[in-house]
């Protein structure tokens, strides 16, 4: 990957994205051995280079074309080389309480 920063940052304004939002734009090489991170701290753009030296970045895109988001953790991870799996909710799903709170004596024996 010999693109640089002003290259990367035309990616992504002509993609349609605003480089100045604080968000972190990641691209990978053709091979997936290389990845750049690509953001604005408020003050001037950072580029971040990372290589892998065992292996290869997870393909990080859907057969829909749509971007996938990931958090700060999430991204840590696949820069140290894992790889994403699938996303599950940590929250529990809501309780219905009034269904839930008739318990009949026969669920005690």
């Known amino acids: 990957m010999r693109k640089g920063i002003d290259t990367l940052a035309g990616l992504v304004v002509a993609s349609g994205h605003e480089i100045t939002v604080g968000d972190v734009y990641l691209f990978l090489g053709k091979n ?14 950072r580029l971040l280079m990372n290589r892998i030296d065992a292996g290869r970045f997870a393909p990080l895109w859907r057969e829909d074309g749509k971007p996938i988001e990931l958090t700060p953790s999430e991204l840590l ?10 996303k599950v909710a940590l929250t529990p799903p809501q309780i219905d309480r009034k269904a839930q709170s008739r318990v009949s004596p026969s669920a005690f024996r």
């Open 32 to 45: 997936r051995k290389r990845a750049k991170c690509l953001w604005y701290d408020g003050a001037c753009a």
């Open 77 to 86: 991870l696949f820069l140290d080389g894992s790889k994403l799996v699938g």
